[in-house]
């Protein structure tokens, strides 16, 4: 019977996990927070909608903080409707709301506003970003276009 248990939540697991990595994609992005910030991470797309969907990651930021290299964890989400991209991302120095475009959850196109968080205030102000997604193909992590 432990058997019977064991192959069966074996094959649960290898289920979910071939869902789970069928709406995930690499992202890697430029953004200026008052600063030059690369990003590279992983995103997951929730919703089935092409009209409407949540997105969320960890991601890691590089940048030069007083001549030295910085690697900086950073947690984002981002809801989007009809192509309009509302979000959040929040590291150790700043919580940054942002809006923006999406083109098929391929490319997001942003801007924000960072709040620093910390005594060390290395991201504050307007930001702007461009994000590139990078899925496998046929993944269900893109939007498909309708033609009329």
């Known amino acids: 019977m ?3 248990f064991a192959v069966t939540f074996l094959l649960s697991i290898m ?3 071939a869902q789970i990595l069928d709406k995930t994609a690499v992202n890697l992005a430029y953004r200026y927070t008052g600063r ?3 990003q590279a991470g992983l995103e997951f797309r929730f919703g089935e909608s092409n009209y409407k969907s949540v997105i969320i990651g960890p991601s890691i930021l590089y940048t030069r903080i007083n001549e030295t ?3 900086i964890p950073e947690a984002n989400i981002n809801y989007i409707n009809n192509g309009l991209l509302y979000g959040a991302s929040i590291n150790p120095y ?3 709301p942002r809006i ?3 083109l098929f959850n391929l490319l997001f196109l942003n801007t924000g506003y960072a709040f620093p968080i910390h005594k060390e205030k290395y991201f504050k102000g307007i930001t702007v970003g461009v994000q590139f997604n990078i899925a496998p193909n046929h993944s269900k ?3 498909k276009m309708k033609v009329m």
């Open 94 to 96: 700043a919580i940054e």
């Open 2 to 4: 432990r058997k019977y």
């Open 15 to 17: 289920m979910a996990n």
């Open 36 to 38: 030059n910030v690369l």
């Open 69 to 71: 290299n910085k690697f």
């Open 141 to 143: 992590f893109y939007d």
């Open 100 to 102: 923006g475009i999406s």
